[in-house]
């Protein structure tokens, strides 16, 4: 029985934080494999150390030079090093890192040395194995990750291992060597890649929270613990905006069906949240309510649209012209809505709207912005009537005016559009005509 463990940045911030890492690697032998992020914040208003690389990045490329934000990396990292009381030859490395993102000038690049460098003072730490990702996590030329070529090579790697290995998360390597990050948050995704190739027993992924709760603290006062949830309530509500693990990172253990768990650093002996590829006992209908602001709408109206064989493909066409990935369809006879966020957009609506007025001629289009999307999800969805009927009369109740309404074919989750103002309250007003059927 092996397991895997994830530590998030906020675990890898001080000195203080490691060492509470090193004990909960030791209380159980069976955490052999462990990947880490780089250090986050150590208090509220603080920088992230891959901010800080990001920085160093775009200081390198504008002024040749890799400037303050460099300095604060090196400030922090040679401050672990001395108050970890470990030698991993720290000076040396932070010199040839900045020289290299200079040369290499990549934002990929630089991005990547917060967890390489983690990863060094946590092996020393633990006198585990340090293994580079870039053994490991492999990208195609396209920069996408080749899961079965990474999972091929990870696990004959990872054979070799004989005790423990410190893993740096979030970055591997493209066809060309140069490396690559996953987007952020990504050591999520590294985490789960390791657990699939050494089909561990659960791939624990400590953070700083205890775990999923129904809806966003900051939106609803003291929210209650989700137990348990399956892969797929993880990936709605994550994908949706709930922010704990990265919403890809469930595809390489659900291949292997390897159970998450998500657990607190600061209160380990808190249960945390389950996530497991189904879940048996329906104890409530709803598991829980995420959601995101920054949402476009763009109506399009003609008639007999639903006869014109093609009208949908042609819209589609010039979305994927401009690159865009839209959120939601939901159609009528003659009218059309294509719901995107405003971070694809990029401030292009005004051309997308006529190039898609060019594409099918509509009689009216209109664009919605300011919306926000709500997801409350659930399986219990499925097998409870009236679940619907709940969420609007909750809505209407409090004056909530829904401009959207999409239930997806799974029945797992029914996705309310609503205008940006009404979105918190919103969101209360669905937790409390729900709050005494959560699970
Ligand atoms: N350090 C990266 C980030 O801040 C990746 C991670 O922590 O998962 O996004």
Known sequence: MLKVCKFGGTSMATAENILKVKEILQADRERRFVVVSA??????????????????YDEAKKTGRCGQSFEEVKERFLALEKELGVNVEMQRLLEEIEEKILRTLTP?????????????????????????????????????LNAEY?????KNRLATVDGGAIIPGFYGVMPNGNIKTFTRGG???????????????????WTDVNGFLIADPRIVPNPKHIRSLSYKELRELSYMGAEVLHPESIFPVKVAGIPV????????????????????????VITGIAGKRGITGILVEKGLMNA???????????LERYNISFEHLPSGVDTMSIVISDHELEGRTFQLVEDI????????????????????????????????????????KCGVNIRMIDQGSSELNIIVAVSEEDYEKAINAIYKEFIDDFR
């Open 39 to 56: 250090p986050g914040k150590r208090f509220s208003g603080d920088k992230k150390i891959t901010d800080c690389l990001y920085q160093s």
């Open 108 to 144: 990929d690049y630089a991005a990547s040395c917060g967890e390489f460098l983690c990863a060094k003072l946590l092996s020393a730490v633990m006198g585990y194995e340090f293994i580079d990702s870039r053994e490991l996590v492999m990208f195609d030329y396209k920069g996408k």
């Open 150 to 154: 990474t999972n091929d090579v990870t």
């Open 187 to 205: 050591s999520d995704i590294t985490g789960a890649i390791v657990a699939r190739a050494t089909d561990a027993s659960v791939y624990e992924n």
């Open 261 to 284: 768990l998500i657990k607190n650093t600061f209160a380990p002996q808190v249960e945390g949240t389950a996530i497991l590829p189904d879940i048996d006992e329906q104890e409530g």
């Open 308 to 318: 014109e064989v093609g009208f949908t493909r042609k819209i589609l066409s010039v």
């Open 357 to 396: 007025k060019k594409a099918v001629s509509p009689d009216k289009i209109e664009v919605q912005s300011g919306l926000s999307l709500i997801a409350t999800v659930g399986h219990g969805m499925c097998y409870k009537p009236g679940t619907a009927a709940k969420i609007f009369t909750a809505l209407s």
